[in-house]
């Protein structure tokens, strides 16, 4: 039998307190270097990375808000392109980033909520791998006709596609675009029924409303204006909670009699899941700040977006919402891309 002396257990038990205590050292001496860093946040250039090719409005709205957060930051924050896949390719490398503030991502419904919806093999997900930072800006998008048809409110548009649903063609700017979504929405909440004529992109799909190739087009405020104004376009509703302040006489479907359906565009600031609260808060509150500045209010509003701000926490509901929200209407619709 083996006896364990005083001497021994003496040495054992100082020998187990010197690592005990050699641990809690570099604990302390980790923490408080993570800390100073947090505090000196930030002391090298920011990267915010856009999934969309330069020139485009998300493209020109995040390079409008990066200037402003560069000024209030100090350090440049630094616009990297990479699209590709919808937006998807941007959205899945900014979410594999260390989570220490110095990469951001410009996300935007398409990315954190209507792509994650129509596929499951993103290489991301909108609320796991990243933490919200701030809503930037909110585009409400619009229900046109083409201006021939005997149409001019609400009801006269559900009236009109009742009777003939065999002759009502809507454009989109592709499959499982926020266009093509909004109106798959209404439809199914009117209870109407058309068909969808897919284009490459939001130019043609408005075009082919205004040549009369189609009947009616779900779009941004802003890119219908110009059709609109000429009258090659009949603005109807507005898909939104609220009035557009950009088309203020433009009742909501809910003002019209109708059941409300929303499908507004919103774009925004996350970061990679798990960057520390304190980077997150400094972030948020710079860029709620910018938001309030003349010159940055006007380059959004000429892109047809309503500068917004927010907390991290009302973000992030938006997000989980409209995640849900076109997850259904993607699965009403039998849509999947994978």
Known sequence: MTVLCVNDLTGSLMRIRRALLASLFLFSMGHSM????????????????????????????ARAVAQKLSEKLGQPVVIDNKPGAGGSLGAAEAARAPADGYTLFYGSTSTLAVNPALSRKLGYHPVKDFTPVSLVALGPQILVVNSGLPISNAKEFV??????????????????SLGHLAAELLL?????????????????????????????????????????????????????ESRSVFAPELPTLA??????????????????????PAIIDKLSLEIREALKQADLVSNLKKLGADPQGSSSAEFANRIQADGRKWSAAVAKAGLKVE
Do not use: C, M
């Open 34 to 61: 993570a800390q100073e860093a947090v505090s000196r946040y930030p002391s090298r250039p920011v990267r915010l990375v856009v999934p969309f090719p330069p020139g485009g409005p998300t493209d020109i709205a």
């Open 159 to 176: 009236d009109y596609v009742k009777k003939n649903p065999a002759l009502v063609n809507y454009s989109s700017a592709g499959e499982g």
């Open 188 to 240: 199914d909440t009117l209870g109407l029924k058309a068909t969808h004529v897919p284009y490459k992109g939001g130019a043609p799909a408005i075009s082919a409303v205004a040549s009369g190739e189609t009947q009616f087009v779900v779009d941004a405020v802003g890119t219908t204006a110009a059709f609109v104004k000429s009258g090659r376009l009949k603005a109807i509703a507005v898909l939104s």
């Open 255 to 276: 003002e019209s009699g109708l059941t409300n359906v929303t499908g507004d565009f919103w774009s925004g600031i996350v970061v990679p899941a798990g960057t520390p």
